[in-house]
């Protein structure tokens, strides 16, 4: 069964400082990786995912993400945040063969002025 | 224009009730899901279907009963309800047959309280 870790649940952060948010899993097989935001009050919305080819993915609003198999991660990044990139991040991972999408615990954060 | 869509935003009742949770997506997507999260975010999945078909069964009381008339909705029953089922409940789509890359697409999520 896969599995995966947020290392932080909360993560505060001033406004133009970089954020990193951590995730590991476990898989005995591939699998793809995602990462997904959800805004106060909202639903979730994918930022970036890993399906294979190069390891570091760029997604929406600045945010990128480098795997790393060999240590099971899948960190996320952004360089200089803004105010508006307070919310919750959610990793999460689907076995190459599977159907079954599986979600971190989260990470909230929140950026102060 | 609304991709995904739930009704109701949200819904407070009495243990021992019976609700129902409708969810429309306009995307023409193939798959559709139900998630719920808890109190401390943590988000699993309870079901998808694929073209109306059940596809993933969780664990799940079998007091949770969905149904998908047409491939755009996807509504979720609760008999019985107990305080435990409070949590936010998102319904999510994606394109086709639901495979392991696909992105979904959730809806706004409903509030459930059960008093």
């Known amino acids: 069964a896969q599995s995966v870790t947020q290392l932080d649940s909360q993560v505060p952060v001033f406004e133009e400082a970089p954020v990193e948010l951590r995730c590991n899993y476990s898989s005995s097989v591939s699998v793809y990786l995602f990462w997904y935001v959800q805004y106060p009050n909202q639903g979730l919305q994918l930022l970036l995912k890993?399906?294979?080819?190069?390891?570091l993915v760029k997604g929406i609003n600045g945010f990128e993400a480098e795997f790393n198999k060999s240590q099971t991660s899948f960190h996320l990044r952004k360089p200089s945040v803004h105010i508006s990139d307070t919310a919750e991040y959610f990793c999460?991972?689907?076995?190459?063969?599977?159907?079954?999408?599986?979600f971190g615990g989260g990470t909230r954060v929140l950026v102060k002025p | 224009d609304t991709a995904v869509s739930q009704t109701p935003k949200y819904l407070v009742t009495q243990m021992g009730n019976d609700k129902s949770i409708k969810c429309e997506q306009n995307?023409?997507?193939?798959?559709m899901y139900w998630y719920k999260q808890d109190s401390k975010k943590f988000l699993k999945i309870m079901f998808s279907?694929?073209?109306?078909?059940?596809?993933i069964n969780e664990t799940v009381p079998n007091r949770f009963s969905p149904k998908s008339p047409d491939k755009a909705h996807l509504n979720l029953h609760i008999n019985s309800l107990e305080l435990g089922d409070s949590a936010v409940y998102f319904c999510?789509?994606?394109?086709?047959?639901?495979?392991?890359?696909?992105?979904?697409?959730f809806g706004p999520g409903t509030r459930l309280l059960v008093l």
């Open positions: 999460a991972v689907n076995k190459a063969a599977g159907n079954k999408l599986t």
């Open positions: 995307l023409g997507h193939d798959t």
């Open positions: 890993y399906l294979s080819g190069s390891t």
């Open positions: 999510a789509s994606s394109q086709d047959a639901g495979g392991p890359q696909e992105t979904q697409y």
């Open positions: 279907y694929n073209n109306k078909e059940l596809i």
